[in-house]
């Protein structure tokens, strides 16, 4: 089949349209109960249903979060297939959040469930962990070019877990997380309108001036809304990379359903914030 035009380009061009928010689709069990409905197949499938009818005619990205899928076993993952086939079909893009990461076939064979162009799970993007090495993704990077999808590479996350490794300081000077950041500078070199290969980087982390975020390719910025972080502290954590952040709120939107009204007004709200944040940097 013939390949997508790139995932940067049809970012850029969605999130100019829609502006940048990225909702999670993250259907953990407290949640199903929330919205009054059962932990299993048929709570999930309702609950998927609704974000996706409420919101994809209206945002620019939806993440699902795999595992939330996967632990209903092969009746999940069939929802999680129709979740991202009617998303997708309403003009929002699929960045699957599933952070896969190994090596050789192992790791081809991710990327060939969640990047080639006619699997069933088929999603504008991934997240893959470099954790075995950058190199590692290679299959992933190669899939992902020739279908046109896109890489969200885990680089410095919001979890307090994640310094130690992240944070930790290479024999060269520079940090495992800036490295991250170099590789996915380089993927995306010469790009227009933007790179298809971005980074993971907490919207709660606070000042990174350290870190050059620049990278020509989008920064997924999980953290916004339940986790403390507002739309307003993203200039100050982002700096000039703040055009490129694709702001991910979960729990933030997902409270407010079952009701679709309830739902989308909470979208709408942070979406106006962001832009309001956008403006003022």
């Known amino acids: 089949m013939s ?35 059962n932990d299993d197949v048929a709570g999930l499938e309702r609950f998927s249903r609704t974000v996706v009818d409420a919101l994809s005619e209206r945002v ?6 795999s595992a939330f899928f996967e632990r209903f076993g092969s009746r999940g993952v069939a929802v999680l297939e129709k979740t991202v086939e009617e998303a997708r079909a309403a003009g929002a893009l699929v960045v699957m959040d599933a952070k896969r990461g190994d090596i050789g076939s192992t790791m081809a064979a991710y990327a060939e469930a969640f990047l080639r162009k006619d699997s069933p799970l088929f999603s504008d ?39 130690e490794v992240q944070h930790a300081v290479r024999a060269d000077g520079r940090t495992v997380g800036a490295t991250m950041l170099a590789h996915l500078a380089a993927e995306n070199a010469g790009e227009e309108p933007l790179g298809s290969f971005g980074a993971v980087v907490g919207a709660t982390l606070g000042d990174l001036s350290s870190y050059d975020l ?22 100050a954590v982002f700096g000039g990379a703040l055009p ?16 679709t009204g ?3 007004a909470a979208a709408d709200r942070f979406a106006e914030e962001i832009r309001a944040a956008l403006a003022a940097a």
């Open 244 to 259: 490129n952040v694709v702001p991910n709120v979960s729990r933030g939107v997902l409270r407010h359903g079952p009701d």
């Open 262 to 264: 309830a739902l989308r």
């Open 60 to 65: 620019a990205v939806f993440k699902p979060q």
């Open 214 to 235: 620049e990278i020509n390719g989008p920064l997924l910025a999980p953290g916004v809304g339940a986790q403390g972080a507002t739309p307003a502290d993203l200039p």
């Open 125 to 163: 993007a991934l997240t893959v962990s470099p954790y075995l090495g950058y190199g590692s993704l290679s299959p992933a990077i190669e899939l992902a070019r020739e279908s046109g999808a896109g890489l969200f590479v885990l680089a410095l996350t919001s979890n307090p877990e994640g310094g």
């Open 3 to 37: 390949p997508l035009e790139p995932f940067g380009a049809r970012l850029r061009r969605t999130m100019d349209e829609r502006g940048p928010l990225c909702v999670g689709i993250d259907p953990h069990a407290s949640l199903l109960t929330e919205w009054g409905l």
